[in-house]
């Protein structure tokens, strides 16, 4: 049996006739940027996620860069951030000339919020919450400390679409918030997409007019020096569509998940747990095992494909040598880019597939 670690035309499969009628409508609309799509996404999303604003743009990198600049973050400022997060969030930081500053992270795979206030000097400005994988960071301890010490937080929402902490949901909790569509994220586009939401309306108000050439007009009158960073109308329909799936969607990678919990029983492999407090949407579902490498190559020998996500963290990245760190500065960080493997996990999988994986890890025997 051959299985994909990822599979999109299985998720469009499931409600093809719905994307397909919508492509055409917008097609046949005859307006392809700033309409009526992306203003009725925005008011969607805004109402799903529960804050006040959203914003569409280009992407989630975008969204992070942005975000950034519209809290006045640059030159001598200092950025707290997950040691094993994505590059894209220590881009968007760095993009804006103000330098990251790393945690390492807990059992949950993500930000202890435990040791962020020893990294908190004059020069911190925000800390940038990446609900890495599907499951919430600490909120609470987060926004305390932002509180104490007068920060901003940033919260990193592209792998965490319908993820809650407590009873409010991710993306409506800190000053701003950002979203991928990439496609493979959990409301994926068919394209790239993003978004910023926010409570703030004057955040809000900014985003609009950085995302369209500072204009606040649709052309030709231009306040600022802004960029073009705008979700396009096709994605943004094609958005409304899956978005009306997305807590059912969800719930299909929770059976999953479920199944993977509960049935993959061998002693070399370690599901990731999810953080008390957070529910889990399973963007990934990832899994730590000291013979990772083998483990791989045996699956692979098996047809089935895994992802590391990521197998260099951001401090040894080529184009972070820059930040002068070396191996050894962040051994947490280095042992789970190590550790982790990433196991087939999208809509539409089967149960016969399911019970494939699951034997086959079950007969690993390192
Ligand atoms: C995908 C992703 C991004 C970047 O989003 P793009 O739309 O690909 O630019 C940023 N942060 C995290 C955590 C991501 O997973």
């Keep these: 049996m051959e299985i994909q670690a990822n599979n999109l035309k299985r998720q469009f499969d499931l409600h093809a006739g719905e994307y397909n009628r ?24 805004a109402s799903y996620i529960g804050s006040k604003y959203c914003a569409g743009v280009a992407s989630g990198m975008d969204a992070l860069t942005i975000a950034f600049r519209i809290l006045g973050i640059g030159k001598n400022d200092e950025v707290i951030v997950c040691s094993n997060a994505y590059i894209a969030c220590v881009m968007g930081i760095t993009l804006n000339d103000a330098t990251p500053v790393f945690v390492e992270p807990d059992e949950y795979d993500n930000l202890d919020a435990d040791k962020i206030e020893e990294k908190i000097n ?7 919450a990446v609900h890495l994988y599907g499951q919430s960071c600490d909120m609470t301890k987060i926004c305390e400390l932002a509180r104490k010490y007068n920060l901003k937080v940033v919260e990193d929402c592209a792998q965490a679409h319908g993820t809650a902490w407590k009873d409010k949901k991710c993306g409506s909790i800190g000053d701003i918030a950002c979203w991928s569509f990439y496609p493979t994220k959990n409301l994926g586009a068919f394209g790239d997409g993003g978004a910023i939401t926010t409570n703030d309306p004057e955040y809000d108000a900014q985003v609009r007019v950085i995302r369209n050439y500072g204009s606040k007009k649709l052309h030709y009158e231009n306040d600022i020096i802004g960029m073009n960073s705008r979700l396009d109308e096709m994605q943004a329909g094609l958005l ?68 590391i996500h990521y197998p260099i963290p951001p401090h040894l990245q080529k184009a972070y040598e820059c930040l002068g760190y070396q191996k050894g500065d962040f051994p947490i960080a280095e042992k789970y880019a190590n550790e982790v493997l990433s196991l087939p996990m999208y809509n539409g999988m089967t149960s016969e597939e399911i019970d494939y994986v699951i034997d086959k890890l079950n007969h690993f025997e390192g």
């Design 22 to 45: 919508k492509a055409l409508e917008v097609l046949d609309s005859g307006w392809y940027i700033l309409g009526k799509e992306v203003k009725e996404f925005e008011k969607e999303f």
């Design 122 to 128: 004059a020069h911190t400005r925000a800390i940038l």
């Design 240 to 307: 409304r569509v899956k978005l009306t799936y997305l807590d059912e969607l969800n719930k299909e990678r929770n059976r999953i998940a479920k199944r993977y919990l509960t049935e993959v029983q061998n002693p070399l492999i370690r599901p990731l747990l999810t953080r008390p407090g957070s529910n889990n949407v399973y963007h990934q579902f990832v899994i730590h095992c000291a013979k990772r490498d083998q483990l791989m190559a045996y699956l692979k020998e098996n047809g089935i494909s895994t992802i």
